[in-house]
């Protein structure tokens, strides 16, 4: 019988002209949207290597003009870029070990069914997915716990995700066999040894899953530290970020400037793309490495348990 839409020749498939304009129509539209998400990309590292007077005057479209390492030279030389870097790094490093073993350990014993009342538990931790004490409270528990002005603060209160605890509990209930659970403990594992032995090193796709949210989660944040951190060297890379990008657009709007502050004020232009670059190039790195685990960790682990 044939296909509407392909005809079998010979134990082949053969498309269709429909088939092959439908394919085209596709591709077409799958490299239109891919150029529309990398031409930004593509133009802030051109604008950050481009001289700051080529941006201004809108010359730099797609590729470089009169290339420059200054605004690199800045960043390197920048005392409170690189300060930034480093707790940032610290924060993102630190923040997602914490993260994934407070994970696992809220996930793991909630998606055991022999566990007493794991579903009520599981309603209640919910709940809090959707009711929050808000701002001002939160502000006022960081003051009363001495965190101000401290690391911690930008670590400790978002140890877990109720969201992302759910995808690896998920994970766990629907992508362990259940008789690798009695195996275990016919061997004579412990909970914690079964955890450590038998369902982590099965678990890879979904840990990458959540290293990623984690890790993403922490570079790119900068509202708490906003909040919380009042000392210059403790203020991570993004919220240095917006610290310049303010003062450029201070140096801009000064009409009554003089020389020396125009010409910084005209660098900062450059060194905004340069810090973007630098600043997103460590994501950009990690994503590639653990792309294959993602999409399977999250089509697994967003299976209704």
Known sequence: MKSVS??????????????MVFDIVIILIAVLLSLLVLYPLIYVVSASFSNPLSITRGEVWLLPKQITLNAYQSIITNQDLLSGFKNTVVIAVLGTLINLVMTTCCAYPLSRKEMFGHNTITVFITFTMFFSA???????????????????????PGSISVYNMLIMRNYFQNSIPE?????????????????????L???????AVMVIFYAVGHWNAYF?????????????LQLVLRRLLLESQALQDDTGIGQHMAESSLAFVSIQYAVIVVSSLPVLILYPLLQKYFVQGVMIGAVKG
Do not use: W
């Open 6 to 19: 392909a005809r079998r020749k010979g134990g082949f498939i053969h498309e269709t002209g429909f088939d």
């Open 134 to 156: 808000g701002m001002i409270p939160n502000y006022l528990l960081i003051r009363d716990l001495n965190l101000l002005d401290n690391t911690l603060a930008l670590i400790l």
């Open 179 to 199: 008789d690798l659970f009695g195996a275990a403990k016919i061997d004579g594992c412990n909970n914690i040894q079964t955890l450590v032995k038998v369902v």
């Open 201 to 207: 090193p099965l678990s890879k796709s979904i840990i």
């Open 224 to 236: 708490d530290s906003l909040l919380y951190m009042s000392s210059k060297d403790k203020f991570p």
